[in-house]
């Protein structure tokens, strides 16, 4: 609503308006914008009178062109830059949104508003499409920046020791360069949908107030409601769908010790989508041995009714412990709270300055029932103690299956993780929960987690090159499958390990099959245990060097997939000492040779 007193407008012009503005869409309001600044453009060139913008004494024009950057290892962070991009637009403001990767560094002093929206990954490490800005920015190329307004939002995972720390570390690099923090950082924990929204609320308010404070047009100050960037999914993080679990058959054969589940899960007329590359998260059930435990420790009655994470709905504590509440992992947060709670039981010290290192290891591999049998914590209500749990947070795993070989349905390939640690078995939430307890018929809960940083090539001609040892060759078949759906005629080179042969060569057949058909043009196998010296498929690479070079050459896309903390790192080492080798490229050469293959998209990883 446009107020008369601050207007230019006559007051029958003020009524015409109010009627109008209410009845225009988003995309009109918008439009129309563009359209009144382009006449005033046009009318300054030709040497007519400009229209006389509403000043405020003190406060500075600010430019209503805004630049958001995301860094992205699963697709969370690429969304929300998407979602805070679509209201600023509605608001009026010229959004540029680019992958940290794609931005051109040499632009950066002209960025007027910046807006970074960037996960952490690893041990406090940027992910992959943010590495080269990340490094840029804290290099002596980067520019002083007075006059840039910005803000960070920040993705993390408090159970890790650097919770949000490529975050943090832009926020105070920007700082440092000269910019105005315009709305405070925000630290999201695995849960972020409100922090999120709160945070792009923040930052369409605050600009906004900054813009209306300065030089702006009438145009410019006409008030837009905020909504949400596109329609959302019926099926959702927050809303996931109740899918039916069609197999859950393993894979591995008689005399492994391992057990790798084959889930295949029906989306009929749920109308969700997903392409090959992306993820599906899955809610999954705390073991009812860890829940029983937990509840007999601290005395407390399974029936109580207790409120579901950030609701005032209430549950019977068994049933919110095992399906809503995180009880496996501790964190320094966690642990902070839970003294609070009960003074005396000797937390405190844990947690006092000087034994940080004492609390790192007693934070790792330990879960609930550790820290209440090691502590005394018998006394705390029910009620009191689910307050300072997180939510059970959704597992992602990387999709198995094509949509165009298997419409309607979705594949998922998950080994079962369980091991004996401080005297008990632990078990992996979403692996034992599948393999033990999930069975064909039942629902479960699922949501698509879109993952655009690891997509096949456009052109269906480019080679591909696949590793992915263990259940890390998942989004391998759903690519293969894709290939052979749309008759792809680019080679294809995977690269698969596991430790037998005989009983653990997953999707055996459907490799054979796509070898012998053309659709996968070659393939290697390390099998770790079935020679005197461990192979690895890093091992096979440098092997088969000339090889894989020549394929480089000819442009092919390099995609890893499994294990971050190690085998992505050898696999990453071979790469470096094949172009060296091959290419005849120094070190630094090599790095240079991988970062380009990363801004070409012909280097993507999979890993966790």
Not at 304 to 328: D, F, G, M, N, Q
Request: hydrophobic share 35%.
């Amino acid at each position: 609503m446009l107020q008369v007193t601050n207007s230019p407008f006559q007051q029958d012009q003020v009524d015409l308006l109010n009627r109008l503005l209410p009845t225009l869409t988003e995309g009109q309001k918008i439009w129309l914008s563009g359209y009144l600044a382009a006449l005033h453009s046009a009318g300054s060139a030709a040497g007519a009178p400009a229209p006389q913008a509403v000043p405020v004494a003190g406060a500075p024009a600010v430019s209503r062109e805004v630049t958001v950057l995301f860094g992205s290892q699963t697709g969370n962070s690429q969304k929300l830059a998407k979602k805070l991009s679509g209201q600023l637009q509605e608001q009026g403001f010229q959004v540029t949104v680019s992958s940290m990767i794609d931005f051109k560094t040499n632009t950066l002093k002209k960025v007027q508003n910046l807006f970074v929206v960037v996960s952490t990954h690893g041990e406090g490490d940027p992910p992959d499409n943010a590495i080269s800005f990340y490094e840029f920015l804290h290099s002596k190329r980067a520019p002083q920046l007075e006059g840039m307004s910005f803000s960070v939002l920040s993705l993390g995972d408090t159970s890790y020791e650097f919770f949000c720390k490529t975050g943090k570390d832009f926020d105070q690099r920007l700082e440092e360069l000269g910019a105005k923090r315009i709305a405070p950082r925000v630290d999201c924990d695995v849960d972020f949908d409100e922090l999120a929204g709160k945070w792009i609320a923040s930052v369409v308010e605050s600009l906004g107030q900054a813009t209306a404070g300065g030089s702006v047009s009438a145009a410019a100050a006409v008030s837009v409601s905020p909504t949400s960037a596109g329609a959302a999914s019926e099926y959702s993080r927050s809303n996931p769908l109740q899918a039916v679990v069609l197999e859950n058959l393993n894979l591995n054969g008689r005399g492994s010790d391992r057990e790798t589940r084959h889930l295949e899960i029906s989306l009929e007329d749920s109308n969700l989508q997903y392409e090959a590359g992306d993820s599906l998260g899955i809610y999954p059930q705390n073991h009812p041995r860890l829940v029983e435990e937990l509840i007999a420790a601290m005395e407390w009655n399974p029936d109580e009714r207790v409120p579901l994470p950030k609701s005032t709905e209430e549950v019977p504590l068994k049933e919110a412990l095992t399906s809503h509440y995180e009880i496996t992992v501790l964190t320094k947060p966690l642990l902070e709270q839970a003294a609070e709670l009960a003074p005396h039981s000797g937390l405190g010290e844990l947690l006092a300055p000087g034994r940080e290192q004492e609390l790192r290891e007693y934070l790792k591999g330990r879960d609930l029932l550790d820290l209440v049998q090691d502590y005394d914590l018998v006394g705390v209500s029910a009620q009191l103690f689910v307050a300072i749990l997180r939510k059970l947070p959704a597992r992602l795993y990387s999709i198995a299956s094509s949509p165009k070989a298997y419409p309607g349905e979705v594949h998922l390939t998950i080994r079962k993780v369980h091991y004996e640690s401080y005297g008990r078995v632990r078990y992996g939430v979403c692996s034992t929960f599948v393999s033990e307890r999930l069975k064909a018929g039942e629902p479960l809960p699922v949501f698509v987690q879109e993952n655009p940083n690891f997509k096949l090539p456009a052109n269906p001609d480019t080679p591909i090159i696949m590793i992915g040892p263990g259940t890390g060759v998942a989004p391998f078949r759903a690519f293969l499958g894709e290939r052979e759906e749309t008759g792809a005629e680019g080679k294809s080179w995977l690269f698969y390990g596991d430790q037998h042969f005989a009983s653990d060569f997953l999707y055996q057949i459907d490799w054979q099959r796509w070898l012998k058909d053309g659709v996968l043009t070659r393939m290697d196998v390390a099998f770790s245990r079935d020679t005197d010296r461990k192979i690895y498929v890093q091992h096979r690479m440098l092997e088969k060097s000339k090889d894989l070079y020549q394929w480089l050459q000819e442009g092919a896309v390099v995609y890893v997939c499994g294990d971050e903390k190690k085998m992505a790192h050898d696999v990453h080492a071979a790469l470096l000492t094949i172009l060296r080798q091959e290419g005849g490229l120094s070190e630094e050469e090599a790095a240079e040779y991988m970062t380009k293959m990363q801004q070409e998209k012909r280097y993507q990883r999979d890993v966790y």
